[in-house]
T-cell receptor
Framework: ELKVEQNPLFLSMQEGKNYTIYCNYS?????LYWYRQDPGKSLESLFV?????AVKQEGRLMASLDTKARLSTLHITAAVHDLSATYFC???????????????FGKGTHLIIQP | GAGVSQTPSNKVTEKGKYVELRCDPI?????LYWYRQSLGQGPEFLIY????????DSGLPNDRFFAVRPEGSVSTLKIQRTERGDSAVYLC???????????????FGPGTRLTVL
């Protein structure tokens, strides 16, 4: 059974600081997605990582994937209040030949950025 | 273009009642997924459609849950004899390719918040 673990689950940080969210998963996969969710809203796609060593950047957010370590990171640079949200990583097992056809999500990292 | 839409946005029902939740995917997307998100948790996969057929229903918790997509576009998730534990946000997502495609990026709707009293 695929397990996806994120840490930390809760993070409060100040504007201007840097921080990294970690996503570990238990079964081989080379497809990983990051989503953002604002309170009471649906999920917004942030990054699609499709190979070992993939790195994507958008504004103050940068995501990477290490399939050998089964680890993805979401790095926040010089955080601003607007980045406050819950961030989910999700793993796709289908291409690896196993598991359900849907995505398996972590529990999410609830990020609060204080002025 | 329009994104994934879901109706109703909120549904309150009593224990034992039947409910239907509707999803209208992005036009042209052949793949459609249902997920359930409980408070403080990530979404959990329920069922996946490719076209009209349910290609994978391994996430449905029991036989009270059923979903259809008769014309390969709009889908309805049906829950019989609702229980309080069914209370959650039900999310629908669509993708323009099946899981075997290299990029299976899924686009999510706003969800239906179901409350079973």
């Amino acid at each position: 059974e695929l397990k996806v673990e994120q840490n930390p689950l809760f993070l409060s940080m100040q504007e201007g600081k840097n921080y990294t969210i970690y996503c570990n998963y238990s079964t081989t996969s080379d497809r990983l997605y990051w989503y953002r969710q604002d309170p009471g809203k649906s999920l917004e796609s942030l990054f699609v990582l499709l190979s070992n060593g993939a790195v994507k950047q958008e504004g103050r957010l940068m995501a990477s994937l290490d399939t050998k370590a089964r680890l993805s990171t979401l790095h926040i640079t010089a955080a601003v209040h607007d980045l406050s949200a819950t961030y989910f990583c999700a793993v796709d097992l289908f291409y690896s030949g196993g598991g359900a056809d849907g995505l398996t999500f972590g529990k999410g990292t609830h990020l609060i950025i204080q002025p | 273009g329009a994104g994934v839409s879901q109706t109703p946005s909120n549904k309150v029902t009593e224990k034992g009642k039947y409910v239907e939740l509707r999803c209208d995917p992005i036009s042209g997307h052949t793949a459609l997924y249902w997920y359930r998100q409980s408070l403080g948790q990530g979404p959990e996969f329920l069922i996946y459609f490719q076209g009209t057929g349910a290609a994978d229903d391994s996430g449905l918790p029991n036989d009270r849950f059923f979903a259809v997509r008769p014309e390969g576009s709009v889908s309805t998730l049906k829950i019989q004899r609702t229980e309080r534990g069914d209370s959650a946000v039900y999310l629908c997502a669509s993708s323009d390719g099946p899981p075997g495609e290299r990029n299976n990026e899924q686009f999510f709707g706003p969800g239906t918040r179901l409350t079973v009293l």
